[in-house]
């Protein structure tokens, strides 16, 4: 019994103790990867090939507005209110910034 609760201690401990170091090991390349997701429908780093709005270029502002209309079901979508409740605040910030960054063409 005394055991069982010290393992889970120590469990506890190595979970807590861990998760700085996780947070401040994120993927540089975290943003490029979430928005590869994009990609099938919004074109390459979100460069559309028609009939589909292109993300590239746009503001970060109104790309992570978008996003969270759409989970939010604030903003009228067919397929977009549920690819967006796949996202954390975060992560919606992050494909954001990544694709504000690339260039419309
Ligand atoms: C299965 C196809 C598909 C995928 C995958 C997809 N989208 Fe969309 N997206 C759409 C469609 C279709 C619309 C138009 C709104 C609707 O009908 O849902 C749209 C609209 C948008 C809009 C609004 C653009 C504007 O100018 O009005 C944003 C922002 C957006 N998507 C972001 C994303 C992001 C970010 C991802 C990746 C996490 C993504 N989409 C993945 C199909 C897709």
């Known amino acids: ?20 170091a996780w947070s401040q090991a994120v993927d540089p390349n975290l943003g490029r990867n979430l928005a590869a997701n994009c990609a ?3 074109g390459t780093n979100g460069v559309s090939v028609g009939g589909m709005p292109a993300l590239a270029g746009q503001s970060r ?17 067919t ?3 549920q690819l ?6 975060e992560q919606i910030d992050l494909i954001a910034a990544y694709l504000s960054a690339q260039k419309a063409r």
């Open 84 to 89: 967006s409740k796949g996202y954390s605040d």
């Open 79 to 81: 397929i977009m209110h």
């Open 61 to 77: 502002d109104s790309l992570a507005r978008a996003m969270k209309e759409f989970r939010e079901g604030k903003r009228p979508a």
């Open 40 to 42: 099938n429908c919004h």
């Open 1 to 20: 019994m005394k055991l069982r609760k010290l393992g889970l201690t120590g469990l506890w401990l190595s979970l807590t103790c861990s998760m700085p």
